[in-house]
């Protein structure tokens, strides 16, 4: 059904440079009408394989992670040491639905990134802020939860501190609620003051993203 949203999973990997901590990318592959492709993390949608085996829901999510990344980058991480970050969840408005569980796993500096060459043409390793001033300079198209978690990512020095902070932090579920007006569009997450009422004006607490002619504005309170 149009309506059910597909279980998927991505994985955020990182890893420990002599810049500091680094982020893996991905750009896929141009679109049929020519357009260039996003810049993502490893990730898709679970397949009959991930279910071969007992497990919940997020064990499933975690086989799919692994699978994922090893098609489209060439690492194989473990699923043991994969940190649970976060569950992304398509609005009902949206033509493809999805219900993306985010992971957070750590590559070694020397490992060897083999883009598939198919749904991946391309692979960037750079720090937090290098990814969103590629962003703002239209240079890396980032998605909101892309975008969204790079932004997490940029208050982390190493991977071990990233891993750890992100790991003990209770796993944000995000179900974007989109509100326009004349300046843009106001994407409302679970926990913002206008959430469930559908006012992005109502005082209290904020968890929002602003998509503005200038860019992304991502605003959370308790970040």
Request: hydrophobic share 35%; net charge negative; proline share 8%.
């Amino acid at each position: 059904m149009k309506d059910e949203p597909n279980p998927s999973a991505t994985v955020v990997v990182i890893r420990d440079a002599a810049v500091g901590l680094e982020l893996l990318l991905l750009r896929r592959s141009p679109r049929s009408d020519g357009r260039p492709g996003p810049w993502v993390f490893p990730g898709g949608k679970v397949e009959e394989q991930d279910t071969a085996h007992p497990g919940d829901e997020i064990e499933v999510a975690r086989r799919t992670a692994v699978r994922e990344t090893t098609e489209e980058a060439g690492l194989a991480l473990p699923a043991s040491n994969l940190v649970t970050i976060s569950r992304w969840i398509t609005p009902e408005m949206a033509p493809k639905r999805f219900d993306t569980w985010f992971f957070l796993g750590t590559a070694h500096r020397d490992d060897t990134v083999r883009v598939d060459g198919g749904e991946i043409c391309d692979h960037r390793w750079l720090s937090a802020h290098d990814a969103l001033d590629a962003h703002v300079a239209d240079e890396m198209k980032l998605a909101p939860p892309t975008f969204v978690t790079v932004t997490w990512l940029k208050r982390y020095e190493r991977a071990d501190e990233a891993m750890s902070h992100l790991g003990k932090a209770p796993v944000l579920t995000f179900r974007p609620k989109i509100f326009r007006d004349a300046e843009g569009a106001c994407i409302l997450y679970p926990g913002d003051a206008g959430y469930d009422v559908g006012d992005v004006n109502r005082p209290g607490p904020r968890h929002r993203l602003w998509s503005l002619p200038n860019g992304y504005r991502y605003e959370r309170d308790d970040d």
